[in-house]
C-alpha cells in the first residue's frame, strides 16, 4: 500500500496545479536558452543540481520533523517563484485535510512542508518519498518543454530516461548536505517571466 501511496503523491494528477508552472523554463525558451531538445536537456540537468544542493535538502529535512517553512519561502527569489510554491502548498493542504489526513500545521505552507507531512500521515518511506518528489518534478519540467519549446513526445521521453537515472544519486546526497541556494540566473530569468509579454506559464 506504501507503493501505491508513493505513486498517489507523484502523480500528475495530483490536484495542486503543477501543470501551470515551468519553473523559468519558458523564460529560457523566451531569452533563446532553450531551442531543441539538447538544450531542453541541458537546462532540466542544470536545474535538476540546483534542487539537488536545496529543495532536495530542505525537503529531507522536513521530513525529519525540522520546522523550514518561512525558510523555504524565504528563499524564493521572485514574486511568482513565491507564489507558485505557496498555491501548491495551499493545494495540497487543502487536498489533505479532504481525505481526512490531517491539518498542515502552517497557515501558509510551501508545497516542501504540505508534500512532508502528506508523506508522514501517509506512511510512505522519507528516502522513497524523495525520489518520487525528484521524479515529480523533473516529469513537469519535461512536459513544461514539451509544450513550450515545442519537443515531440519521444524526445521528452528521452530526456525522463537520461535524467531519471540520477535520481537515486541526487537522494542519496540530499539525506547528507545542508541547503545551499544560489541561482542568480534562475532568479533574473524569473524576474523577466514576470513581466513577459505572452506566455503559457505561470512561473
Known amino acids: 500500500m506504501s507503493l501505491a501511496r508513493l505513486l498517489q503523491l507523484a502523480s500528475p494528477a495530483l490536484p495542486v496545479g503543477a501543470y501551470s508552472y515551468s519553473q523559468g523554463l519558458e523564460a529560457a525558451v523566451e531569452a533563446g536558452i532553450v531551442k531543441d531538445a539538447p538544450s531542453a536537456q541541458a537546462w532540466i540537468s542544470d ?70 507531512f502528506a508523506v508522514k500521515q501517509m506512511k510512505v518511506e522519507p528516502r522513497a518519498a524523495l525520489v518520487a518528489y525528484l521524479w515529480s518534478w523533473l516529469e513537469n519540467q519535461v512536459m513544461a518543454a514539451i509544450k ?33 541556494n544560489f541561482a ?12 513577459q509579454y505572452s506566455r503559457l506559464f505561470r512561473s
Request: hydrophobic fraction near 45%.
Open 148 to 180: 513550450a519549446v515545442p519537443l515531440g513526445q519521444t524526445a521528452g521521453q528521452r530526456i525522463l530516461l537520461a535524467l531519471g537515472n540520477h535520481l537515486e544519486e541526487i537522494a542519496d546526497r540530499a539525506v547528507q548536505l545542508e541547503p545551499l
Open 47 to 116: 536545474a535538476l543540481e540546483l534542487l539537488a544542493r536545496f529543495e532536495a535538502p530542505v525537503l529531507w529535512k522536513m521530513m525529519q520533523g525540522e520546522p523550514l517553512n518561512d525558510f523555504f519561502v524565504a528563499s524564493r527569489e521572485t514574486a511568482e517563484l513565491r507564489a507558485e510554491t505557496l498555491q501548491m502548498g495551499h493545494s495540497l493542504k487543502k487536498l489533505i485535510e479532504e481525505l481526512g489526513l490531517g491539518s498542515v500545521p502552517e497557515p501558509e505552507p510551501a508545497y516542501p512542508t504540505a508534500f512532508a
Open 184 to 195: 542568480p540566473g534562475l532568479a533574473v530569468l524569473s524576474a523577466r517571466h514576470e513581466t
